[in-house]
């Protein structure tokens, strides 16, 4: 119980603080001029930049990983056998029988 007041009280904290940092962002651009609809207009903006530069930034780190390989060539939402031995992952690509995950059986 004692858990789960602390849990509430720690997201009413946080909801707290950061509806403390927006109107402090929008009370700053209004500070510099706009009105209050232009701020919020600019800091939806803001927001939405944000958001997709996280998106482009995530997906060139996955490609430098290696990780953003798609599979499904042909776009029909199932990896063939062909789009597999595409990938250098088919049966053709196991070295001496064995699987990934150890000795064939």
Do not use: C, T
Request: hydrophobic share 50%; net charge negative; proline share 0%.
């Amino acid at each position: 119980m004692k858990k789960m007041i602390g849990d509430l009280i720690a997201e009413a904290v946080l909801r707290l603080v950061g509806e403390i940092i927006i109107l402090g962002i929008i009370a700053i651009l209004i500070s510099m001029g706009l009105s209050e609809g232009q701020a919020h207009g600019v800091f939806v903006l803001f927001v939405i930049v944000v958001v997709y530069r996280g998106f482009r930034w995530e997906k060139k780190r996955r490609e430098l990983l290696g990780k953003a390989v798609d599979l499904d060539l042909d776009g029909d939402g199932k990896i063939s056998e062909e789009e597999w031995a595409a990938a250098e992952m088919g049966e053709n690509n196991q070295e001496d029988g064995k699987e990934w995950w150890g000795e064939e059986e």
